[in-house]
């Protein structure tokens, strides 16, 4: 059994791997029981065809503690890795996706609203697959989003979210408001925007008129219909899930419509992230092997 720390997972877990591996965890040989929080932590376990996995992850405050560990079609423990950073990667990678799926194919502008410790594989997924030239970034702090411009290709710090947003064609928002972050009329036709804060009903990041007036994808229906602040709060159902999509299930936006991804984070993702990296760590010699 191989332990990946965070270091390894880094090393291991490549975004462009990511995003691949975000295409297993949609499919449909998938199983997302939903979390269950016992004590102070919160468990979250899934399956992705042969691999079922566990992720536990501390719910205390400041304490960013967990792991994540698979098993093999017989039952046999895989591998373990740091669960925050492959949580970071992974949920970029499934906003890389939908982005990949939905966005305009030469978006070049992105607007990054938040600048906490999910922001850089946000970034970084985006421009994964996307030609992305320009990142705006906009925090409450200007500080802390000058420092992530700092370490960013191409990123600019602004203090005007809305100005952000009118010049971007990919918005992505990451942080934990209860009201929205910027006004609807702001935001121009045909922009694609990943939703990842408000994961629950009392949060929001997005006005309710911009989410009224988009094609809504989400990752899982269930989950997204008692976490998804955004969506709760503007009384909007989805029109697809991610899977759905790559099944051709659903019909495609429209030419020029907005279109928004909302996650909420499904298990299936770290099992599916999880397997990619333990398997690319064993050909590289990476992790603790036990």
């Given at each position: 059994?191989?332990?990946?720390?965070?270091?390894?997972?880094?090393?291991?877990?490549?975004?462009?791997?990511?995003?691949?591996?975000?295409?297993?965890?949609?499919?449909?040989?998938?199983?997302?029981?939903?979390?269950?929080?016992?004590?102070?932590?919160?468990?979250?376990?899934?399956?992705?065809?042969?691999?079922?996995?566990?992720?536990?992850?501390?719910?205390?405050p400041g304490n960013p503690a967990g792991i994540v560990v698979v098993f093999d079609g017989d039952g046999s423990p895989?591998?373990?890795?740091?669960?925050?950073?492959?949580?970071?990667?992974?949920?970029?990678?499934?906003?890389?996706?939908?982005?990949?799926?939905?966005?305009?194919?030469?978006?070049?502008?992105?607007?990054?609203?938040?600048?906490g410790a999910m922001a850089a594989d946000q970034i970084a997924a985006v421009a994964a697959v996307r030609p992305i030239?320009?990142?705006?970034?906009?925090?409450?702090?200007?500080?802390?989003?000058?420092?992530?411009?700092?370490?960013?290709?191409?990123?600019?710090?602004?203090?005007?979210?809305?100005?952000?947003?009118?010049?971007?064609?990919?918005?992505?928002?990451?942080?934990?408001?209860?009201?929205?972050?910027?006004?609807?009329?702001?935001?121009?036709?045909?922009?694609?925007?990943?939703?990842?804060?408000?994961?629950?009903?009392?949060?929001?990041?997005?006005?309710?008129?911009?989410?009224?007036?988009?094609?809504?994808?989400?990752?899982?229906?269930?989950?997204?219909?008692?976490?998804?602040?955004?969506?709760?709060?503007?009384?909007?159902?989805?029109?697809?899930?991610?899977?759905?999509?790559?099944?051709?299930?659903?019909?495609?936006?429209?030419?020029?419509?907005?279109?928004?991804?909302?996650?909420?984070?499904?298990?299936?993702?770290?099992?599916?992230?999880?397997?990619?990296?333990?398997?690319?760590?064993?050909?590289?010699?990476?992790?603790?092997?036990?």
């Amino acid at each position: 059994m191989r332990y990946l720390d965070a270091g390894d997972v880094r090393a291991a877990l490549p975004m462009d791997l990511a995003i691949d591996a975000m295409r297993t965890a949609f499919s449909d040989d998938r199983e997302t029981p939903q979390r269950v929080l016992l004590g102070s932590s919160l468990f979250m376990p899934g399956r992705v065809g042969a691999h079922s996995g566990i992720k536990v992850v501390s719910t205390v405050p400041g304490n960013p503690a967990g792991i994540v560990v698979v098993f093999d079609g017989d039952g046999s423990p895989l591998g373990a890795v740091d669960g925050p950073t492959l949580t970071a990667i992974r949920t970029g990678a499934g906003c890389g996706l939908a982005t990949d799926l939905l966005a305009a194919p030469a978006a070049d502008t992105m607007a990054m609203l938040g600048s906490g410790a999910m922001a850089a594989d946000q970034i970084a997924a985006v421009a994964a697959v996307r030609p992305i030239e320009r990142v705006l970034i906009w925090s409450r702090s200007l500080s802390h989003a000058e420092a992530l411009a700092a370490r960013t290709a191409g990123g600019i710090a602004v203090e005007d979210a809305d100005g952000a947003v009118g010049d971007a064609d990919i918005v992505t928002t990451a942080t934990p408001a209860t009201s929205p972050l910027f006004d609807p009329d702001a935001l121009g036709r045909g922009t694609h925007v990943n939703a990842i804060g408000a994961f629950t009903p009392e949060m929001c990041e997005l006005p309710a008129a911009t989410v009224r007036a988009a094609f809504v994808v989400v990752d899982d229906i269930d989950a997204a219909v008692v976490e998804a602040g955004d969506l709760i709060q503007a009384g909007v159902t989805p029109a697809a899930t991610v899977a759905d999509l790559l099944a051709g299930r659903s019909l495609a936006p429209a030419p020029g419509e907005t279109t928004v991804f909302k996650s909420v984070g499904i298990s299936s993702q770290d099992v599916a992230a999880a397997v990619a990296a333990l398997r690319r760590a064993e050909e590289l010699g990476l992790g603790l092997v036990v």
